[in-house]
C-alpha cells in the first residue's frame, strides 16, 4: 500500500497545481470541511477534484464484471486504479487491482548457430603432449583427446602418413608439442562447423506481482527459476591457426623423399554436446490497454535479466544477459469473465550466449566461445483467461513459431 499511497501523493500534487485557489501543500493536512467539520483527506481531495472534472458515463463504456461467484469488493478497490471517479467508473467495476500469481511455462526451441567463436587454452602442447607421447609408430591409429566433456573425441589429424621409426617420431613429436604451444593463440575466432544446431527445453516456474495503477495501466514484477535442457550439435569444428603447423616426415616415411605438410586449420571432430543449465530471470514493466466495451488492444513492455549455470560441469555464469519483452495483444472479453486473445511477442536478448571458464569441461583446450543464433525475430500467441470470482482467475497462453513451441499458465489470486 505504500506504493499506491505514493501514487496518489504523486498525482495529487500535480493536480492540485493547476488550480491556484487550491490550498498549497503543506495546508493540505490542517485544511478543513467547514460544512462537515471534520479534516479532508488527501484521498477525499483527490476524490472531490475529479469529480469536478468527471466525463460524461457514456464517454467510458467500460462494462461492469458479472462474475457467476459473487464475493465482497475489496477497499483496494475503492483506491485502485487511480482516475476511476474521473473516468466515472465504480468501484468493483474491473478486476481487484493488486494481484499474486503463481506463473509456469514450458518450451522447447531448435536453432541454427548464425557464428560460432571459440578461445582455445593455453599451453596446448603441455597439455596435448603426453598423448601424442603415446602414438605408435604406425600413424593410422587416430589419436583420442578428451574435449567439452566427451570420453574420447577421435582427432585424424593424421590421416595416413606412413609409419616413422621410433627415433624420426620422438623428433617429430617434440617439435609438434612446441608448435602447438604458438599454434592456435589466445584470441578468440570464429569456428567452422559442420553441423551447428542448438536444441533447448527450458521448463520455468516462478511468482508474480502485479498492480493496477490506473484503468489502462498494469506494473508487473515476475522471478523465475528456470532449468534448461540443451543440446548444441557441432559435427566438426574447424579452427584456424594463428601459426601454421608444419611437419616434416623423412624418407622412413615416404620411402625415399622426404614431404613436408602445412596445417592451417585443425579440425575435431567434437559432435555433440549436452548441459543441463540451472538459473534464474526477472523481469519488470508495464502492460498498457485501450478498449471498447469487450474488445481491446494491449501492449506488454518488459526488461530484465537472466542468468543460467552449469553445475554438472561447475562452470557459474554460463549464459548472464539482459533482455527486453514486447507483445501486443489483441481480444475480447466476456463481462470480464472468460478472455481470449492473439498477438506476438519479441524477446530481445542482448549479446551473445557465451560459455566461460570451460577449462575443466574441455580438459583444458577451450576456454572460452560465444554463439549466436538464427531465430525466427517473433513468436505468435494465443491465449484465454477465466476469471470465476472477482478474486481469482486462471490464464492458458500457446507459443508458436517455426523454432519454437511451448505453453505459458497463470494462477492469480487478486485482492
Known amino acids: 500500500m505504500k506504493k499506491s499511497v505514493l501514487s496518489f501523493i504523486l498525482f495529487g500534487a500535480f493536480v492540485f497545481a493547476q488550480d491556484s485557489t487550491l490550498l498549497a501543500p503543506q495546508e493540505l493536512e490542517n485544511a478543513e470541511l467547514k460544512d462537515s467539520g471534520h479534516k479532508k483527506t488527501l484521498i477525499e481531495k483527490i476524490k472531490e477534484k475529479e469529480l469536478e472534472l468527471q466525463v460524461p458515463r457514456e464517454t467510458v463504456p467500460v462494462t461492469e464484471s458479472k462474475y457467476p461467484i459473487k464475493t465482497a469488493i475489496p477497499k483496494t478497490a475503492y483506491y485502485l486504479p487511480m482516475l476511476q471517479t474521473l473516468l466515472h ?5 474491473l478486476p481487484n487491482p493488486l494481484g499474486i500469481s503463481i506463473i509456469g511455462s514450458y518450451t522447447m526451441e531448435n536453432y541454427r548457430v548464425k557464428k560460432f567463436s571459440g578461445q582455445m587454452g593455453a599451453n596446448l602442447g603441455t597439455k596435448i603432449g603426453g598423448l601424442f607421447d603415446q602414438i605408435p609408430a604406425n600413424f593410422k591409429i587416430p589419436v583420442r583427446l578428451p574435449i567439452l566433456g566427451q570420453t574420447n573425441i577421435t582427432i585424424p589429424l593424421f590421416g595416413s602418413l606412413g609409419v616413422l621409426s621410433s627415433k624420426t617420431q620422438a ?27 542448438v536444441s533447448t527445453k527450458t521448463s520455468a516456474i516462478g511468482a508474480k506481482i502485479d498492480m ?40 622412413t616415411a615416404f620411402g625415399s623423399q622426404p614431404q613436408t605438410i602445412t596445417l592451417n586449420e585443425v579440425t575435431f571432430p567434437v559432435g555433440s554436446v549436452k548441459n543441463i543449465l540451472d538459473g534464474y530471470a526477472v523481469m519488470g514493466g508495464t502492460n498498457v490497454a485501450i478498449g471498447y466495451k469487450g474488445f481491446f488492444a494491449s501492449c506488454m513492455v518488459g526488461g530484465g ?6 553445475w554438472q560441469n561447475n562452470v557459474s555464469g554460463f ?8 507483445a ?3 481480444g475480447y472479453t466476456y463481462d470480464g469473465i472468460f478472455t481470449m486473445h492473439a498477438g506476438v511477442q519479441r524477446i530481445e536478448l542482448f549479446g551473445s550466449t557465451k560459455g566461460k571458464d570451460l577449462s575443466a569441461l574441455s580438459g583444458g583446450l577451450v576456454q572460452s566461445y560465444a554463439v549466436e543464433l538464427d531465430k525466427f525475430p517473433i513468436n505468435f500467441l494465443a491465449g484465454a483467461q477465466f476469471m ?6 486462471i490464464s492458458l497462453e500457446y507459443v508458436g513459431s517455426p523454432d519454437t513451441s511451448g505453453i505459458n499458465a497463470e494462477v492469480a489470486y487478486r485482492f
Do not use: C
Open 89 to 93: 467508473i465504480e468501484p468493483g467495476t
Open 388 to 393: 470465476p470470482m472477482r478474486d481469482f482467475g
Open 305 to 310: 535479466y537472466v542468468q543460467l549455470d552449469d
Open 328 to 330: 501486443p495483444r489483441i
Open 212 to 251: 493496477y495503477l490506473f484503468p489502462f495501466m498494469n506494473l508487473f514484477a515476475t522471478a523465475t527459476y528456470l532449468h534448461v535442457e540443451q543440446e548444441t550439435r557441432v559435427g566438426n569444428a574447424t579452427i584456424p591457426l594463428d601459426n601454421p603447423i608444419t611437419i616434416t616426415l623423412d624418407g
Open 171 to 197: 623428433v617429430f613429436i617434440a617439435d609438434l608439442k612446441s608448435q602447438l604451444n604458438n599454434a592456435f593463440g589466445t584470441n578468440t575466432k570464429e569456428w567452422k562447423l559442420s553441423d551447428g544446431t
Open 319 to 326: 549464459v548472464q544477459k539482459p533482455f527486453m519483452y514486447v
